[in-house]
């Protein structure tokens, strides 16, 4: 099957289980998070970079481990979310969950529950 550059990229879940995924996770290492988007998506440097608006040679900079050190939280914030990353990777790249009710990423009846409470405090404070 054909991937285009622009379709979105999808690293399965057990890969962020992965004791070396967490290391790199851990380590804010971009060109090992680029690496596993390649081996476990098919990701190709233009679909990274369509997927993170860092330009495609910035992408073959990080890969070969040539460029400087990645230090913005926007950009890190842009990585995460272009990858895809679960709330659980995002917490270990030092990024806040998207889901703050459930930042593992479990969805369950308790889960619900604290959604829905969570969402009618929200609106009575807004009214």
Known sequence: M???????????APVWDRDESRIILKNRDISGLFKIAVKHAGASQVSISAATGLSQPRISAILRGQAGPITDLTVFERIATGLGLPDHARMLL????????????????????QSAELIARLKRLTE
């Open 94 to 113: 030092g990024l806040a969950p998207l889901d703050i009710a459930s930042p593992t990423g479990d969805v369950d009846d308790e889960h619900q529950e």
């Open 2 to 12: 054909h991937r285009d550059a622009f379709d979105p990229i999808h690293i399965p």
